[in-house]
């Protein structure tokens, strides 16, 4: 079936314009399921995208769904517990803690639980689809992409930092948007790190920072911490052999995504999609 795009323009329909219109009027009808204007809006609000882009991802969202309960892919409340507890413990916290921190920021740990279980039925329909179209990677192409990307397989000894701790990681968020501020409630400590001192966690995240940017906000049950990296030395090559399970690594995810853009890009293709009104 050939994709179908209408707009239906009558006073019928669109009677008012404004608010009210956006919370009533219908944007797409995909495979018969409508998505409103109010639920691009939504999104778009929430998520700091455009109309157009929240479109997109909602009709992927209705095709994602669609495949989901064609294929019958549930989730259960001990998965969503485990995938909790594995969240909680790479932050360091017991999952009591890690929802307690969630609470802080007022996010409703229902709403939480319930996207996390949306989260892992789509990581089902994902693995369904690239599970049987992943073919091996040879060693060849692990070759060629390592001698492609030297950079990519350097890493730093050395960190010329700037620390910043708080109880209250909104002010580290606003730091991010604007490094003159200085909130009361942060603490800034210059210093210089070195790899061989620090967690392989610490060590990957300094590494993958770019000079003169801040790291990502770290949340642990005593506070809140971000680093600004300010110049990294003592570089070192990580030889081949020691590369390849990363390569690998990296290699299968972009085959994996691939594979996944592929499948829905055809499902797109052959669902009927009629545009009642696109978002302005």
């Known amino acids: 079936m050939k994709i179908i795009q209408r707009i239906l323009v009558g006073a019928s329909i669109f009677a008012t314009l404004g608010f ?7 944007s797409v009808i995909i495979n018969d399921e409508p998505i409103t204007l109010y639920e691009v809006y939504k999104y778009s609000q929430k998520y700091k995208v455009s109309k157009k882009e929240s479109l997109e991802i909602l009709v992927r969202q209705k095709l994602e769904q669609s495949q989901i309960k064609k294929l019958g892919i549930t989730a259960d409340i001990f998965e969503v517990d485990n995938y909790i507890d594995n969240l909680a413990s790479k932050n360091n916290m ?14 409703k740990i229902t709403d939480y639980k319930k996207e996390l279980k949306n989260k892992i039925k789509t990581d089902k329909l994902y693995q369904t689809i690239y599970r049987d179209k992943i073919k091996g990677i040879e060693e ?4 060629k992409f390592y001698d492609d990307n030297q950079e990519e397989f350097k890493l730093a000894g050395s960190f010329d930092v700037n620390i910043y701790t708080a109880q209250n990681p909104n002010d580290l ?12 409630g942060v603490k800034i400590q210059s ?10 966690n610490l060590n990957a995240l300094l590494n ?18 971000m680093l600004f990296v300010k110049s990294k030395g003592d570089f070192q090559t990580i030889p081949f052999e020691k590369a390849k399970p990363n390569i690998y690594r ?5 085959k994996e995504q ?10 797109k293709s052959s669902a009927s999609i009629v545009v009642v009104r696109p978002p302005s």
């Open 173 to 184: 968020v606003a730091i991010q948007k604007n490094p003159m501020l200085q909130p009361k």
């Open 258 to 267: 691939k594979a996944i853009k592929d499948y829905f890009e055809k499902l």
């Open 191 to 200: 210093k210089t790190l070195y790899a061989k001192e620090l967690d392989r």
């Open 208 to 225: 993958r920072t770019k000079d003169g940017t801040f790291t990502q906000i770290i949340n642990n049950k005593e506070g809140s911490t």
């Open 94 to 107: 017991s999952q009591y803690e890690f929802l307690n921190m969630l609470k802080s920021k007022d996010i």
């Open 250 to 254: 990296v290699l299968s995810q972009q």
């Open 140 to 143: 060849s192409e692990l070759k």
């Open 20 to 26: 009210s219109g956006i919370i009533t009027g219908v």
